[in-house]
C-alpha cells in the first residue's frame, strides 16, 4: 500500500519537474555579497545564536513524517556538544512523544546507552519512525551527559510530539489534512499540535530558564506571520489557531526566541495539487550555483541586508499540516531570523532505516498503528510480514530519493 501510494504521489510530482528561476548576475550580487561577507559555517552560526536567544527554532524538511535530509539531523548531532557549551540543556524533537519523557530522561542519563529502549521510543511515536541519525542523536546526548561534571545541568532530549493516532488516516481521501473535524479529532485528538508544543516549551524551557534548540519542521517555526488560511482551516475544525509555536513564542518572549529555516524543498500548493518547487524563489539554489565550494555551506541572517525583502509570492505548504497565505505581503524575514544552506538540494541524502525496526514482537502494534488502509497486505495481495514492513522503511527512502533527483542538473 505504501509503494502504491508513493508511486502515484512520485508519478504527479515528476510530471511537475521544477524549473530553476532564472536569475541574472547582476540582480543575484547583492545576495552574493551578503552570503560571502557574513555568513557563517552552519554549527557556528547556530551556536552563536544562543549568546543573546534563549529559544532558537530549527527549521527541518519533514514530509509524510519520515522523509528528512540526513544532512539536516547530522547537523543536529554535531550542534550538540557545541550549544551544551553555551549552556544549552535541551533538544526538543517531534520524533518522541511527551508522554514518554520520564523514559527518555532515563536513556541520556543512564550509565550505558541503551539502544533498544531508543528504538523503542522512536516506535511509539511512528511504527515507521525508525531512523538511525535520531538513534545517533539521543546517543551524542547520552554521551555529553556522561562527561558532565556532577554539578552540571544534564542535557534532555524533549519530546514533543501527542500521541498521533495514524491508522486513521486514511480515512481522508488523498494527502490532504483532515477536512473533517471528527477525522481529524481521531488521528490529533481535541488540539493542536503547535499549542501543545507551545504549552511543553513554556513549562520545561521557559519556567525552567533553559536554553532550547527546537529541531521542528518549518511550519511550527514561522516566527512572524500567521497565516490566514491556516485560521480559516481550523476553524472549520472547530479550533481557534493563534499562530505556529515560534509564532505564539515569540509573541510570549520577543527577541529571546528566534528561528532558522534550513534549506528545504518546498511544496506549491495549486488548487490543492502539490508539486515541489525550490524554495524562495529559487534565490538560494541560484546562489550555490554561483558561489565556489567554501560557501555552499552557510548560515545567514535575513532580518537584515539583501535577504530582509525577499518577498514570497506563492501559496507554498512547508509540511502536510501547514500552508502559507502570502495575502497582501509576505516576506523571508516574517518566517524566519536566519537561513542555513548546507548544499546543494541534489545532494541531499534520506535518513537512513534502522534494521528490522519491525519485529516479530512488535509486528501486530505496527500493522494495527500503520496508517495505511488494509495494512494485511502488501499491496500486491501477499500477506504482510515483519520482513516486508521493514521494506517499507527502504520505500520512504526511494521515494525521497526520487524526489531529490527532481532538482538534479541534466
Not at 189 to 205: C, S
Not at 216 to 223: K, V
Not at 224 to 232: C, D
Not at 233 to 258: E, M, P, V
Amino acid at each position: 500500500m505504501a509503494y502504491i501510494l508513493f508511486t502515484g504521489m512520485f508519478r504527479g510530482c515528476q510530471n511537475n519537474k521544477p524549473e530553476l528561476p532564472k536569475m541574472s548576475a547582476e540582480k543575484l550580487e547583492p545576495y552574493k555579497q551578503d552570503l560571502v561577507q557574513n555568513g557563517k559555517e552552519p554549527a557556528a552560526y547556530i551556536s552563536g545564536l544562543f549568546d543573546d536567544h534563549d529559544a532558537v527554532f530549527l527549521g527541518n524538511m519533514l514530509f509524510l513524517e519520515a522523509l528528512q535530509p540526513k544532512q539536516q539531523v547530522d547537523l543536529v548531532v554535531k550542534l550538540v556538544p557545541e550549544i551544551y557549551k553555551k549552556g544549552v540543556t535541551v533538544v526538543g524533537i517531534l520524533n518522541l512523544l511527551a508522554k514518554d519523557q520520564k523514559k527518555i530522561d532515563a536513556v541520556v542519563t543512564a550509565a550505558d546507552f541503551d539502544e533498544k529502549q531508543v528504538k523503542q521510543l522512536l516506535f511509539n511515536r511512528f511504527v515507521l519512525g525508525g531512523y538511525e541519525e535520531y538513534v545517533n542523536l539521543l546517543r551524542v546526548v547520552w554521551s555529553v551527559n556522561k562527561k558532565r561534571s556532577a554539578h552540571e545541568r544534564p542535557m534532555r532530549i524533549l519530546g514533543l510530539s501527542p500521541e498521533i493516532h495514524f491508522e486513521h488516516m486514511h480515512e481522508e481521501k488523498g494527502l490532504k489534512d483532515p477536512q473533517d473535524s471528527v477525522v481529524y479529532k481521531k488521528i490529533y485528538g481535541d488540539l493542536i499540535i503547535d499549542d501543545f508544543m507551545l504549552d511543553i516549551i513554556k513549562k520545561q524551557v521557559i519556567e525552567t530558564k533553559t536554553k532550547a534548540l527546537l529541531f521542528l519542521p518549518q511550519a511550527y517555526c514561522i516566527i512572524r506571520a500567521k497565516s490566514p488560511a491556516m485560521v480559516t482551516r481550523y476553524k472549520k475544525l472547530g479550533f481557534d489557531y493563534s499562530g505556529s509555536t515560534a509564532y505564539q513564542l515569540q509573541k510570549l518572549i520577543g527577541d529571546r526566541c528566534a528561528s532558522v529555516f534550513l534549506h528545504s524543498p518546498w511544496w506549491l500548493n495549486n488548487d490543492g495539487r502539490l508539486s515541489i518547487e525550490y524554495p524562495v524563489d529559487g534565490i538560494f539554489d541560484n546562489l550555490l550555483r554561483a558561489v565556489s565550494s567554501e560557501y555552499k555551506q552557510k548560515g545567514i541572517g535575513v532580518t537584515a541586508g539583501a535577504f530582509a525583502d525577499v518577498q514570497i509570492k506563492k501559496p507554498y505548504w512547508l509540511s502536510r499540516h501547514f500552508f502559507l497565505d502570502p495575502g497582501d505581503g509576505l516576506y523571508l524575514k516574517d518566517l524566519c531570523d536566519g537561513y542555513v544552506l548546507l548544499g546543494p538540494l541534489s545532494l541531499y541524502q534520506d535518513v537512513t532505516p534502522i534494521p528490522n525496526f519491525i519485529t516479530e514482537a512488535n509486528f501486530q502494534e505496527a500493522v494495527d498503528k500503520s496508517p495505511w488502509p488494509n495494512p494485511e497486505s502488501d499491496g500486491k495481495g501477499e500477506k504482510l510480514t515483519p520482513e516486508k514492513m521493514n521494506q517499507f522503511l527502504n520505500v520512504y527512502s526511494e521515494f525521497f530519493n526520487n524526489l531529490i533527483g527532481l532538482f538534479r542538473v541534466e
